[in-house]
């Protein structure tokens, strides 16, 4: 079980219980102790951080599996957007052989 948040993990928790998702299920999601998300609610932790936008949060269904579904998923997303714009450049006529010569 983690022990402390990060100001990013912060963000996520404040976006979380903003959204309306409750504490325990939210300490749960990051493997913390409930206290620690307690810390975040009520400004003891992380005052000056902003809760993350909506569409930075975790689904519903992703908060169940836990923070590194949540991470997986993001980066799975960053991948998915660099083979489309890969894909994209090919289709263009994109040399990337003659890129690779410079």
Excluded: C, W
């Amino acid at each position: 079980m983690a022990t402390a948040l990060n100001e990013e993990q912060a963000a996520i928790v404040k976006g979380l219980l903003a959204r309306g998702e409750k504490q325990h299920d939210v300490a749960a999601f990051f493997g913390v102790n409930a206290g620690r998300v307690a810390e975040v609610a009520k400004g003891y932790k992380f005052a000056e951080v902003a809760p993350a936008a909506k569409r930075d949060l975790p689904t519903p269904a992703v908060i169940s599996l836990g923070y590194a579904s949540h991470v997986v998923l993001q980066a799975l997303s960053i991948i998915e957007i660099a083979v489309r714009s890969a894909r994209e450049r090919i289709l263009a006529g994109h040399d990337f052989d003659q890129a690779s010569r410079h």
